[in-house]
């Protein structure tokens, strides 16, 4: 019966991800009139939003239904969307991100807690990162050949991508109804307290807590830098025509990664391999000011290794550490920490862009991420030198 859920995973996951707006995003809201630092101060209003609405949603999905969760994000969703095709305000933008928002944490948490959940009751805990990793790559793979077609919509009319986006989140959102739910263990204390404990589970667990200080930097490298794209394609005076190639390529290496780089790993520590990926994101960012030219947007494919690694492997890694009764719930916090960092930093990068360029932006953003992970390391090191003394 359970198994429907492996089933409907992958193709839920594929129409929720499959917004062809990538490559457009950033034109678009140029298009629209916004600067870059109303883009990235939007940017840090949707990580507030999630950062207000994560855990509480992550406990719905824990205390009543990940199903209805599911399908609940899909609404939210659709209608940040549609206020971004129909206005040109950028207040009514900043509401657009806050429903994306909730729709998004609607979803955190919940949908790898069902499948993890679906995956112990068949005795195939082991298959996790296989089953994530394979459904990133078709979303990576979708994503790809949506890249280059959203260009030529973009081209014929700009809001095209956007409608073709909101209808692929309603195919997802009716897909969640096909969802089962999964005989678990409740959390038997009320909300508020519930939100209250999970939290001490976060702090109190090294593990996690080592997770938490690990999605604080990826949050802010990895989102920060599909918004400084465009700024480097630019910089170099790559023809906008090329956009949706590139991101073609993007998510190419992308699928790979999750695809093949996902099984490769499988057996290694996900601490080892989480610091790695730390290093990528510090190199993708540092190397391509150090060259400044268009076959240098090869080295910022770097972070498309990330994109396909890091979800699978942290996921796995959190989910390893928690109980049914808070799995939802600590998910959704160390995504709260992600957004938070993002929130903080984001309109700093965005008048760095509007100030200084894209070099010092870039600069910026590859010692963040290259002092982070450095930090992480030292931090790995000193819990197991606890643990040993305890």
Known sequence: ????????????KFFFNMLIIGPVLVPFMLFKGLSYSQIMLLQSISAVSVIV?????????????????????????????????????????????????????????????????????????????????????????????????????????PFLPFWISVVNIMVATFLALGFIEVTRERSEHHYWK????????????????????CAALMGFVIRVGYWLYQPYFAAVDLDVAWYGVIFFGFNIVAAFSSHTLVARFSNTRPRKILLTLGML????????ILFMAKWAIALIALQQIVRGLYRPVMRFYVNHQVQDSHRATVISTVSLVANLSFAILSPFVGMLLDLQGTTVSYTFVGLVATIGTLLLYLLRKRQKLVAEQV
């Open 1 to 12: 019966m359970f198994s429907r859920n492996i089933r409907i995973y992958p193709l839920y």
């Open 194 to 213: 519930h939100i209250f404990l999970s939290f001490g589970v976060a702090v109190k667990t090294p593990r996690i807590l080592w997770a938490v200080c």
């Open 281 to 288: 994101m510090s190199m993708s960012f540092l190397l391509p």
């Open 53 to 157: 609405f994560e855990v509480p949603t992550g406990a719905i999905a824990d205390k009543f239904s990940r199903r209805i969760s599911l399908f609940l994000s899909g609404w939210f969703c659709a209608s940040g969307l549609i206020l971004y095709i129909a206005f040109e305000s950028f207040y009514l933008f900043a509401v657009a991100e806050i429903l994306f928002g909730l729709g998004l944490t609607l979803m955190s948490g919940a949908d790898s807690a069902i499948i993890y959940e679906t995956l112990v009751k068949q005795g195939r805990k082991k298959d996790y990162q296989r089953i994530e990793g394979r459904a990133q790559f078709y979303i990576f793979l979708g994503q790809a050949f949506g890249s280059v077609i959203s260009g030529f919509l973009y081209k014929y009319n």
